[in-house]
């Protein structure tokens, strides 16, 4: 069991390491554009959180959950450059990855391709180090 207040460092380290790198999508409805469409080709089952209004799902839910072959799930969170996880983002993050799910934050295509394809960093780190 952890004090609030070693719960608040924690969450305050992983939002400061979450930094997007030279590669990253300027505008994020680009990125969700380019997700959806290989999403798509791939005939791949998912859900795609609208980021243009307010949400109508729970606090936090990543922008995209997708049902791949294998009974494989990916929780994806879409940022644009110089954009980080929101607190409630953060803590979904870490009750996903402590439940053994597959979670990726991604600042551009290439980084959602190798995060379907297991290209990613482990996920226990938090990406972007």
């Known amino acids: 069991m952890i004090t609030v207040q070693q719960f608040n460092e924690m969450q305050r380290r992983a939002l400061s390491k979450v930094r997007p790198d030279s590669a990253a ?15 798509k080709f791939k ?18 839910v990543p922008d995209f959950v997708i049902a791949a072959p294998g009974g494989i799930t990916y929780w994806i969170e879409c940022k644009a450059k ?10 979904t993050r870490h009750i996903l990855l402590a439940l053994g799910h597959k979670f990726a934050v991604v600042f551009n295509h290439q980084e959602f391709l ?10 226990h780190k938090p990406h972007h180090d």
């Open 114 to 123: 190798d995060a379907i394809c297991d290209k990613a960093e482990p996920s």
């Open 25 to 39: 999508v300027s505008k994020e409805k680009q990125l969700h554009d380019e997700i959806e469409a290989t999403l």
């Open 82 to 91: 110089g954009r980080k996880l929101t607190p409630d983002q953060n803590i």
């Open 43 to 60: 005939r791949w089952y998912y859900v795609h959180s609208r980021f243009d209004c307010a949400t109508t799902t729970r606090l936090g």
